[in-house]
Structures are given as structure tokens and as C-alpha cells.
């Protein structure tokens, strides 16, 4: 395990024949997928395909039906796995930001840290700061998320999860909720992230940000994956009728 | 005219008598206000208890918590005090006036609480939850550090309504002896034989609840609830 | 066990009790008939003269509702009853009951159609009086209405509590259902009559907390 160097290094982030159904809905119809380090995994696909569910089953914020889920080399669907210790692991950033409107961005960023983690307040506020800098934000750690425009807001839910020192990160539609002037900022930080070395999980509809940034892209419907590749093969020649009405009604949309 | 002022005056506002009985009353006013405290401590203690509990979803609790609250939303708090302090001593099991008062008002307090609090955290929106699991916060954690401050500030203005609805209640205390305001303040009334310590009495409830009613109305505003 | 039940809720004295209760629960009924109407009827004045938003009057109000807030209606009762007859105003039980309902009640359902109307947005005030409604016609039939049914889950709530509290007019003697009931106990020596009674409070007033619990539940998932 330790001459990662001679064998292509081992998924972060493995899923296997997962299934997921919401009554006679099947959201996820056998999901196979694995992401190793540092790589950037863009999802892409109609609304409905299953993509959000795809990722919130990841951390199990919803329970898969049946399938295996495996970070860092353990499957967290076996019974008895810490699940809050795993999800210090995956970070996860919200459509809708989610930040705690009762407290500061320093207080959002630092909670897990203190409450699960046990660091000491002035440990916790440090990494903080840290994660807070990181997202250009260290001048706003004492606003309230009110206080704060969109962009800002969802900076500061990166560093929320970036904070805890995951080993991935998922973004779900992470700039969806954001008015057009804002996006830039948030998808700066995304690029900074990738530059970084952060293997990063997202779900997006910013095809351009795509095209820049992604390794691979995977292209869901009825939840299946139905073709995966570089953007270049998906955006450029994707090989589904499926996949190329979807990209081509996708930019179009976009201008 | 004239003369039906003075008698006025003599008989609501007679300084000698209010002199002479206004020790009492703040015996009376000292025993409401140490009942009201017990009361809020004890309810808001048990609501907020309650509310969390049910948080868990735990099928037999929820119906005994639903239970409960429906009995004391519908039962009368006289009824529930008089039940408390002439009931149960068939039981041997005596109540002073104090106990039976406090016990009485902190349970309808309680469940009045609870029902406020629940939909408080009924109304915390869904993602709140997700945000703080997928940080690796447990059930109770995310319940107390992030949903519950939240519920429990956006319910401030019915609650802060119920309290003071509940607490005035202390009054009531009166009717099983109680030596509250309205105990000391009647009996006086009937040794003087002049209204005068009932004026007494009914300031002494503006002095207390007047500051609470301005107190309430300034968080209402203090923790309206920006998004 | 058996003892419990017989000491609580011995059916034989139950039996024996049962007129006396029925009058006081008669009783309760007919008080309930009175100070809902006159507290509602109260309420709707206050809210009226609100909405002519005359500056002074409308701080005379506040006052009023905060004074009335602040005072318990035992307290104000007492006061009517046992305090206007040194003034040589000698007054009923019933007429006692009834001021100090009309008083407090009043205040509370003053405060209930006052939000009331402030929900009704202002067009609808404007578009009623374009069509030529007079202000009493433009409340009466476009904006009361509306606000009515905007606060109608308060409106059950507060009419809950005028309920509840038509057990304070056993302080000054008048044979409703809780002062029978403790008539009774006395006479009887045991808790039965109390128990019979709650039950009573409790069949009547259940179904109000249900249906208030059905309309807290459904304004949330409006939101």
C-alpha cells in the first residue's frame, strides 16, 4: 500500500452497484464509480437523473438500498462503521449553502471542529481562519451569514467542509442558487481547490468550468451512468445520441 | 359629583389604609414573583426537554408527549391546580399551596412550551439538518447546537405570550390559600374593610407584569427572525 | 388499583352528584355563550378604532391592551366584584363575570383582528373604496373577511382560553361547573366530582386543541 508510485494509486471514493428507490422510483439503478486522488469528477445530466441522490448517498445523508460504498479503502454501509468519523472524511457544499444562520462564519466553519473533532476553541479557531483565508473570506469570520451575498455565503460552506481536512469534497449544484455575478468567485475557489491537489466530486451545470477543470465527466439518466470520459470526448464526440442531445440542449441554454 | 369623588377616593385610594396594609402586599407580591420564577424555570425546562425528546420520533413517546399536551392545552389551569391540591391528598400524597401552584402552572407552561418549540423545530428547514450530519455531528449535536437555537428563536414572540399568560395564572394560587397578591390583598380587604389594598393589589401585579409585557414586546423585535 | 378507581372515580357517588354537575356544566355553557360573544364583539371595536389610526387614540390602545395583558382576570374580577360595591355599584356575580370578560377578552381579540387586518394588503382597502364602499362597508364586507380568516387559528386559541377561564367565576360564587364540582367534593368527601368535572373540561375543549394542532401543522407546511 505504501509504493503508491508503481500501481495507479487506489479510489478515494469507490461506489459499487448502488441502487437507491423512492417507492416505484428507481433514483439510482446500479451506480459503478471510482475516483482516485486528486482527480476532478464532473457530474452532468437532466434533472431527476439521480445525480444529487448520487452524492448524498456517498456520506449516507440517504440510505442506499443495496450496493457498496467505500472511502478510503473501507465500505461505510457495513454495520457498526462511525459514520460521523467517516464524514470528516467528505466534505459536502450545498446548493442552498445551509450555513447557520445563528451563528458567524467562524462559528459555522468551526462547530464540527469543536464538537466532533474535540479541538479546543483555540485550535479550532486557527483551522478556521485557515480554511476561512483559503476561501478569501478571512475579513468576514465575525459576520453573520445574513450579512453576506451568496457567493460569499457559499465560500464560506466550502470552508466548512474544507475545514475538517476531508479527503474529498462533493459539490452539489454548488452555484445553482447563485445570481450570475456571483458564480465567478465561487468557481475560482473550486479551480484553486482542484490546483491544490483536493479531489473533488461535482455536480454542475457550468460546462464551461467543466471544460477547464474536470478530468472526467459523467453523464447520468434514469439513474444510470450512461457514458463517462475526458470533457473533450463527452462535450466534443460523445458516442450516446442520449449524451449529445443532452450537451447540446445543456449549451445551448447556456448562450 | 364632588361628593362621589371623595367616596371614590376614600374607598380605592385611601393612603391611611394602604400604609397600614401595603407590608402585606409585599409579602404577597415577594411569594408571586418566587412562584413565577419556579414556574418559567420549571416549564420552559420541561418544554424545551419535551420538544427535543420528540426530536427522536420514538413512537410510544411521541403519542405519551401528544398526550400530554393535549390534556394540559384543554384543561383549565384552576382545574388542574385545584386537581393537584384537593385530589391528591386522597392519594397521601399532600400538597402545600406552593407545590401544587408551581407543579400545576409549570406543567400547562410545559406543554404549551413543548407545542411551540416542536413546530419551531418542525420549521427549521431540512438542509440545516444535512449540513451539520454530513460535518460529522450525531443526532443530538446537530439537534442541540444547530437546530434547537434556531427553533428556539424564531418561536420568541408566542412564547414570550404564553409565559406571561401562564404566570399571571399565579393568581389562581389564591383559591387554595396561596399567600400571593390576591390572597393578601382580599383578606386585607375584607379585615379593612375598604377596596383600597385590592388598588394595591392590582398594582402590585402592573409593577411585575407591566415590565415583563415591555420586556416581551422588546424581543419580539430584538430576535425577529431575518433569513 | 380498584381502590384508586374508587376512591377517584366512584361510579356511585358520581351517580349521585350528577345533577348537581349537569347544572354547573349548564351553567358553563350559558357563561360561555356570554363573554365569547361580548369579548369578540369588544375585540372588533378595538380593532375598528385601531384602524382609524388616529395617532393619540392608537397609543391609548396600546396602553389599553398592554394594561390588560399585564393584569390577571382573577385579579380584575375580584376587583369588579368585590371592589365596585364599596362605591355603592352592587353588581351580580353574572354582571361581574361579564365586565371583566368584556375587559379582558377584549384586549386579546382586540390584538388578534388588529394583525388581522394589518395582513390584508392595502389594495384590497383601495380597490373597495374606488367601487364606492364607504369605510364600515369596506371593512364589513372586503377586508374583516380576509383578515378573519388570516387569524382564524388565533381566534380558536384565544376563544380556548376565554373558555378555560370561565373556571375563575367559581371565585366569586357563581355555580358553574368547576364550583359545583367543588361544592360537591366537599359535600361528598371525596375527588370524584373534581375528576368528573376535568373529564367534562376535557371532552369539551379537546377537540378545539386538536383542531388548533391541525392548523398550527398546516400554516407550517405553508411556509
Known amino acids: 500500500m505504501t509504493s503508491a508510485e508503481a500501481v495507479p494509486p487506489a479510489p478515494i471514493l469507490e461506489l459499487v452497484a448502488l441502487h437507491k428507490n423512492f417507492g416505484p422510483l428507481k433514483v439510482l439503478d446500479g451506480i459503478d464509480l471510482a475516483v482516485r486522488p486528486r482527480e476532478l469528477v464532473f457530474v452532468i445530466g437532466p434533472s431527476g437523473s439521480g ?98 451575498s451568496g457567493g460569499q455565503q457559499q465560500r464560506v460552506g466550502i470552508a466548512r467542509a474544507l475545514a475538517l481536512g476531508p479527503k474529498i469534497v462533493l459539490f452539489d449544484e454548488p452555484t445553482s442558487a447563485l445570481d450570475p455575478e456571483l458564480v465567478g468567485s465561487v468557481l475560482a475557489v473550486m479551480r484553486e481547490l482542484k490546483a491544490a491537489g483536493m479531489t473533488m466530486v461535482v455536480v454542475s451545470h457550468e460546462l464551461a468550468f467543466a471544460r477547464a477543470a474536470a478530468d472526467r465527466v459523467v ?36 448562450g | 359629583m364632588d361628593n362621589g369623588l371623595e367616596r371614590l ?48 420520533r420514538i413512537g410510544p413517546v411521541d403519542v405519551a408527549i401528544v398526550a400530554f399536551v393535549d390534556i394540559l392545552r384543554a384543561l383549565p389551569p384552576l382545574v388542574v391546580i385545584i386537581i393537584l391540591f384537593f385530589a391528591f391528598p386522597y392519594l397521601d400524597l399532600p400538597m402545600s399551596a406552593f407545590t401544587a401552584t408551581w407543579l400545576s402552572l409549570s406543567l400547562v407552561l ?58 399571571k395564572g399565579t393568581a389562581l394560587g389564591s383559591v387554595v390559600a396561596l399567600s400571593e397578591i390576591v390572597s393578601q390583598a382580599s383578606s386585607a380587604a375584607s379585615l379593612a374593610g375598604n377596596p383600597t389594598p385590592l388598588t394595591l393589589g392590582a398594582a402590585a401585579y402592573l409593577a411585575i407584569f407591566v415590565p415583563v409585557v415591555v420586556l416581551g414586546r422588546w424581543l419580539e423585535t430584538r430576535f425577529a427572525w431575518k433569513r | 388499583m380498584a381502590e384508586i378507581l374508587d376512591t377517584f372515580f366512584n361510579i ?126 369596506t371593512m364589513r364586507y372586503v377586508v374583516l373577511p380576509q383578515a378573519t ?15 378555560k377561564l370561565t373556571t375563575i367565576a367559581s371565585v366569586v360564587a357563581l355555580g358553574e361547573l368547576l364550583h359545583a ?34 392548523f398550527e401543522h398546516r400554516h407550517l407546511v405553508a411556509r
Open chain 3, 12 to 137: 356511585e357517588i358520581l351517580l349521585r352528584v350528577l345533577p348537581f354537575i349537569l347544572e354547573g356544566l349548564g351553567m358553563t355553557l350559558l357563561l360561555c355563550a356570554i363573554t365569547v360573544p361580548i369579548g369578540l364583539a369588544g375585540g372588533l371595536a378595538v380593532a375598528w378604532v385601531w384602524s382609524l389610526k388616529k395617532r393619540y387614540v392608537n397609543w391609548a390602545l396600546v396602553v389599553y391592551v398592554d394594561f390588560f395583558r399585564a393584569f390577571p382576570p382573577l385579579v380584575l374580577l375580584i376587583f369588579v366584584y368585590f371592589g365596585l360595591p364599596f362605591v355603592g355599584v352592587d353588581l351580580s356575580p353574572f354582571a361581574a363575570v361579564a365586565i371583566a370578560f368584556l375587559l379582558n377578552a377584549s384586549s386579546y381579540y382586540g390584538e388578534i383582528f388588529r394583525a388581522g387586518i394589518e395582513s390584508v394588503p392595502h389594495g384590497q382597502w383601495e380597490a373597495a373604496r374606488a367601487s364606492g364602499l364607504s369605510r364600515f362597508q
Open chain 3, 149 to 163: 380568516r388570516n387569524v382564524l387559528p388565533d381566534l380558536i386559541g384565544n376563544t380556548l382560553e376565554v373558555v
Open chain 1, 219 to 254: 453523464f447520468m439518466e434514469g439513474g444510470r451512468i450512461v457514458e463517462q470520459g475526458s470533457p473533450e470526448a463527452i462535450f466534443g464526440n460523445p458516442r450516446e445520441a442520449r449524451t449529445r442531445a443532452f450537451v447540446s440542449r445543456l449549451s445551448q441554454g447556456h
Open chain 3, 181 to 214: 364540582a367543588r361544592l360537591a367534593q366537599s359535600l361528598v368527601y371525596n375527588p370524584t366530582p373534581i375528576v368528573a368535572a376535568a373529564l367534562i373540561y376535557l371532552a369539551l375543549l379537546w377537540p378545539a386543541v386538536r383542531l388548533l394542532r391541525h
Open chain 1, 51 to 148: 445525480k444529487s441522490t448520487l452524492l448524498r448517498c456517498c456520506n449516507r445523508l440517504e440510505e442506499p438500498d443495496s450496493g457498496a460504498v467505500i472511502v478510503d479503502g473501507a465500505d461505510i454501509m457495513r454495520p457498526g462503521t462511525d459514520l460521523n468519523a467517516v464524514r470528516q472524511k467528505i466534505g459536502m457544499v450545498f446548493q442552498s449553502f445551509n450555513l447557520y444562520p445563528h451563528m458567524t462564519a467562524l462559528g459555522n466553519v468551526t462547530l464540527a471542529l469543536r464538537k466532533v473533532q474535540g479541538l479546543a476553541r483555540d485550535a479550532a479557531e486557527a483551522r478556521g481562519r485557515a480554511a476561512l483565508a483559503q476561501v478569501g473570506l478571512a475579513d468576514k469570520e465575525n459576520s453573520y451569514p445574513n450579512a453576506l
Open chain 2, 9 to 56: 377616593v376614600f374607598a380605592f385610594f385611601n393612603a391611611e389604609i394602604a400604609a397600614a396594609w401595603a407590608p402585606k402586599i409585599l409579602e404577597g407580591m415577594w411569594v408571586t414573583i418566587l412562584v413565577s420564577l419556579a414556574v418559567v424555570a420549571t416549564g420552559l425546562a420541561l418544554g424545551l426537554a419535551l420538544a427535543a425528546l420528540r426530536a427522536y
Open chain 2, 110 to 167: 410545559a406543554a404549551f412550551a413543548e407545542e411551540i418549540w416542536w413546530a419551531g423545530i418542525l420549521a427549521v428547514p431540512r438542509g440545516q439538518w444535512e449540513a451539520a450530519r454530513s460535518t460529522g455531528l450525531g443526532f443530538g449535536a446537530t439537534l442541540g447546537y444547530v437546530v434547537l437555537p434556531q427553533a428556539v428563536r424564531m418561536t420568541v414572540p408566542p412564547l414570550v405570550n404564553r409565559v406571561i399568560a401562564v404566570t
